[in-house]
């Protein structure tokens, strides 16, 4: 079992920047790959972005390229999200998963473990 939880949402006006991390514990937390996802009132659930157990490789939503950069500290135990350019699209819940496979994937299906997720609002 990995328990997962996110931190540093809140509220920033379009432009801004958040930053959110989520501390994973249990199972050894560098053998998961990572990601992102986030969900909007009345949407699916939606990938954001993912980090391989290495941190060698990421992957991005094409919405967020560009402007979120995903990153893991293994020692920490720790993945974060650097959200920049914010814009009201991007508010929603933002969920924090951890997945023991070795493919990377976009499907919330294929992700075991699921933080309790965090509120990010941006205003205009």
């Known amino acids: 079992q990995v328990q997962l939880v996110e931190s540093g949402g809140g509220l920033v006006q379009a432009g801004g920047s958040l930053s959110l991390s989520c501390a994973a514990s249990?199972?050894?937390?560098?053998?998961?790959?990572m990601a992102w996802f986030r969900q909007a009132p009345g949407k699916e659930r939606e990938f954001v972005a993912a980090?391989?157990?290495?941190?060698?490789?990421?992957y991005y939503a094409n919405s967020v390229k560009g402007r979120f950069t995903i990153s893991r500290d293994n020692v920490k135990n720790t993945v974060y999200l650097q959200m920049n350019r914010l814009k009201p699209e991007d508010t929603a819940v933002y969920y924090c998963?951890?997945?023991?496979?070795?493919?990377?994937?976009?499907?919330?299906?294929?992700?075991?473990?699921w933080g309790q997720g965090t509120q990010v609002t941006v205003s205009s």
């Open positions: 249990g199972r050894t937390f560098s053998r998961y790959a």
């Open positions: 998963a951890a997945s023991d496979s070795s493919v990377v994937a976009s499907d919330p299906i294929r992700w075991e473990y």
């Open positions: 980090i391989t157990w290495t941190g060698g490789r990421t």
